[in-house]
């Protein structure tokens, strides 16, 4: 029997807390090691849109995560795409062809655990078999406790593969460590077990300065602080339309992604620690 990829997953107190970074800072890093290594994202919700030379349409954010892996964007690395078009609807590609548009209710009540899941699934198992890991990313937060049992990109996809997970919180826009503790009171037991720490997000300062806080959350949840990232900067397309480009900073052509791609992975290294986070692979 094929020996399939280890996992990680890398999920968020919110949109926006740098999932789609921390993912591509983790795949140059696991690459640079030697390991045979793929992104993936069960569904996304993007405007922004890659063409693969074969012409399926993938996430730009899932693209670029492929370069950082030395990889050829692939659309089985995101599987489901949902592209908004306002008014609760959206344009519904698989596995980078277009297959419907679909209003919210419909996606959620016939679709997403229907022939979503199973798609997501298939596309994951099919990456499991030709790499040594899976990067996975999560999409918003896994606490929307009102769609919880339709969330594919989080919790229900960790739980049905065993997936360990790490959250990332932002601590910019604070209220991080609310978020951390909110975000684990709200689990169910069963997905709190897969959570294997926590990585806070885009500093700026003192570090000392965290230490009681950071002391406070690791006695409430029982989960590790994995690392405490800087505010990195760098210029890579944002992954959603509603977060918009980083002020001031023309996006930049494919062939300049990987110096960016590597400030990302160089910051990340020396701010996290690796050596926790290579065991929670199972590395």
């Excluded at 596309?123 to 009102?146: F, K, Q, T």
């Amino acid at each position: 029997m094929a020996k399939k990829a280890k996992l990680i997953m890398v999920q968020g107190t919110s949109s926006g807390a740098g999932k789609s970074t921390i993912v591509i800072g983790m795949c140059r890093m696991l690459s640079d090691k030697g390991y045979r290594v793929a992104p993936f994202k069960a569904q996304n919700m993007s405007s922004n849109f890659f063409a693969t030379a074969g012409g399926s349409k993938m996430a730009l954010v899932q693209a670029i995560q492929a370069v950082a892996s030395r990889k050829e964007p692939d659309p089985r690395m995101n599987p489901i795409l949902l592209k908004p078009l306002g008014e609760y609807r959206s344009m519904v590609f698989l596995n980078g062809r277009f297959y419907s548009e679909m209003h919210a209710k419909e996606y959620y009540e016939k679709f997403v655990m229907q022939l979503g899941f199973t798609t997501a699934l298939n596309a994951l198992d099919s990456l499991r078999s030709e790499n040594d890991i899976v990067v996975i990313e999560g999409a918003g937060s896994p606490s929307e406790i009102n769609i919880a049992k339709y969330d594919i990109a989080n919790m229900v996809l960790a739980q049905r593969v065993g997936a360990p997970v790490i959250i990332v919180a932002d601590i910019e826009r604070g209220g991080c460590f609310a978020s951390i503790v909110g975000t684990m009171q709200l689990l169910k037991p069963v997905h709190r077990s897969l959570v294997r720490g926590f990585l806070i997000n885009k500093f700026r300062g003192d570090i000392t300065l965290l230490a009681p806080a950071i002391t406070e959350v690791r006695k409430m949840t029982k989960k590790m602080i994995l690392g405490v990232i800087p505010k990195i900067e760098f210029n890579l397309p944002e992954e959603d339309s509603l977060m918009g480009s980083v002020a001031g900073k023309a996006e930049i052509p494919r062939e300049a992604w990987n110096r960016q791609i590597d400030l990302v992975a160089k910051a990340i290294n020396e701010s996290a620690d690796m050596n926790r986070i290579s065991e929670v692979i199972g590395l």
